[in-house]
């Protein structure tokens, strides 16, 4: 007899069901009977000013090739980029030639063959690949992914979930990743400004953090005070700022996390 097959399927609510069958794959059923039934919710959920941006990317990790394919119908017709992997290890293979400008989240499933969604997470954050993940559960995964959440991730959502409520979970991921990368951008700016002073120039930057006054750095450098002066020039110059309060800031600024 033909395989069990597990997917998602909506009705009139706007649920995403599971559903089981024992028998073959029903042929169209992704091409005919979901489109039938959604095509024109989704179409008005797709203002101009509302559609995704393409250049982002929605991971989705699960073993179950179904549900798999369930999601990557259902996201991409909501105007997300999907890109599917059917375990941990070959997600995590992908990455490897991805360009790490690319704004993305990731969809993962708890329970996996081999690597699970929760040693997932901890690769991703341990190799400082700390884009937003949130979980699939069943009913019996909650507290799993509650645990998943205090290491991290964005949310979870229980089966059976509502398209409007995944959707929304996707575009918080992804408004995360869009502000963390930018953070991280910000961070390298940063970086690389603060490369260019010159030991002496950090003594003297130190110190005008620390509050002091230009005739305490000078004493305690054994410099003069024109020499301060100077170098404070120089600071303001390499670092890109015209106020102190602005200086301040990118001194402060955390260091970059992969430096």
């Not at 341990?126 to 799993?144: K, Q, R, Y």
């Amino acid at each position: 007899m033909g395989q069990k097959h597990h997917g998602f399927g909506p009705n009139q609510a706007g649920w995403l069901h599971l559903y089981n069958t024992s028998t073959l794959r029903i042929p169209g059923f992704r091409g005919k009977y979901l489109k039938q039934n959604r095509i024109k919710r989704t179409d008005m959920n797709l203002s101009a000013g509302n559609k995704p941006n393409q250049a982002e990317v929605v991971y989705v990790v699960d073993d179950d090739e179904a549900v798999r394919d369930s999601l990557t119908w259902l996201l991409e017709s909501n105007g997300y980029v999907v890109r599917c992997h059917a375990s941990s290890e070959r997600f995590l293979q992908s990455l490897q030639s991805t360009d790490k400008s690319t704004i993305s989240c990731a969809i993962l499933d708890v329970r996996m063959p081999g690597m699970s969604g929760l040693e997932l997470q901890e690769r991703l954050i341990s190799e400082n690949l700390p884009m937003p993940v949130a979980f699939i559960t069943g009913h019996g995964d909650v507290s799993m992914a509650v645990s998943t959440m205090k290491r991290g991730a964005v949310d979870f959502i229980e089966k059976p979930f509502k398209e409007n409520d995944l959707c929304a979970l996707v575009d918080r991921m992804l408004s995360k990743a869009r502000v963390d990368y930018s953070q991280a951008s910000q961070r390298k700016i940063t970086h690389s400004l603060l490369s260019k002073l010159t030991g002496r120039e950090r003594q003297v930057l130190e110190r005008i953090v620390a509050g002091r006054l230009n005739k305490q750095i000078a004493d305690d450098l054994g410099i003069s005070i024109k020499t301060v002066e100077a170098h404070r020039a120089n600071i303001m110059e390499k670092l890109q700022v015209t106020t102190v309060a602005d200086l301040m800031k990118v001194a402060l600024a955390k260091p970059e996390s992969n430096t």
